[in-house]
């Protein structure tokens, strides 16, 4: 999408020309904090890139983070829908007056420093927090990360009852391009190759244990081998699927919310 698309919020019509670039970040807000941390260092082998007391940031090889922030000490008291995931885009400024003006309010100010790495809680359309990063100067994907073999940030997904808002916000005002659309589940790429779906809630489409937010994917390199280490590992695993495009299994975390593992978005 360019310019010219249109987003919708409730009654709001907007032409936006804001542009989605790929999935960067995901922050979860708990009060299993230790038992959260140890499931991404030690569980899923993600090295830690910086910490402090209450807080934790484990990095991604492509240079994206994931951010585990204790609730008993955390400002961010609006994380409560889930997981938030951090979405790149290419006018950070201009995302933020389009957002705000589309409808999609913004929690708290912009964090960050300008001309850096700088962020923006929102509220989509289904009423979820999510955030818009500003990375301007982001660095090469560097090796797969731990027994997992974690390559990245590849996958947002949504169980919602607000499909058609979700559906329209994804294509019309992130500007993701439609790859798959039908009744009941639509699913587009970034630029970065990582994907976006929402599922009509409580469709054939859906997956009932979804009702923790928004579902973080982690692309790896291997699905099979990666599923083999979490259940030696001990991992509740709720639901797998397999084909010739590859395979996803979603997981629970010790913070109580879902996760996926995926080789479909990584493979040739």
């Known amino acids: 999408m360019g310019l010219g698309a249109t987003s919708v919020w409730g009654e709001i019509e ?8 790929g999935l960067v970040w995901v922050g979860t807000r708990t009060v299993e904090f230790d038992a959260t941390r140890h499931f991404f260092e030690a569980t899923l082998g993600l090295p830690v890139g910086n910490q402090r007391a209450h807080f934790v940031r484990l990095d991604l090889p492509d240079a994206g983070a994931v951010e585990v922030f204790d609730a008993r000490a955390d400002p961010y008291t609006h994380f ?7 979405i790149q885009v290419s006018d950070f400024d201009r995302a933020r007056t389009e957002l705000s003006s589309s409808g999609y309010p913004l929690l708290g100010a912009a964090g960050g420093t300008p001309g850096g790495y700088r962020w923006q809680h929102f509220r989509g359309p289904d009423g979820v927090v999510l955030e818009i990063v500003d990375y301007p100067h982001r660095p090469s994907a560097g090796v797969p990360a731990g027994p997992l073999r974690i390559t990245r940030l590849a996958f947002l997904g949504i169980a919602t009852p607000e499909f058609e808002k979700t559906a329209r916000f994804y294509r ?14 639509i699913e587009c790429r970034l630029p970065d190759g990582s994907a976006v779906e929402a599922f009509r809630q409580g469709s054939d489409m859906d997956h009932p244990h979804l009702r923790t937010g928004p579902l973080p994917g982690f692309g790896v390199k291997d699905y099979r081998a990666a ?14 699927r397999e084909g010739k495009w590859g395979g996803w299994a979603h997981v629970r975390a010790p913070d109580g919310c879902v996760y996926e593992i995926t080789d479909r978005l990584d493979r040739p």
Do not use: C, F, H
């Open 14 to 21: 907007t032409r936006s020309s804001m542009q989605a670039v």
């Open 80 to 86: 409560t829908t889930g997981p938030v995931v951090g």
């Open 172 to 185: 019309d005002v992130l500007g993701a391009r439609t790859v798959d659309e039908k009744a009941n589940v």
């Open 227 to 240: 599923i083999g280490v979490l259940r030696e590992r001990g991992v509740p695993i709720l639901q797998t």
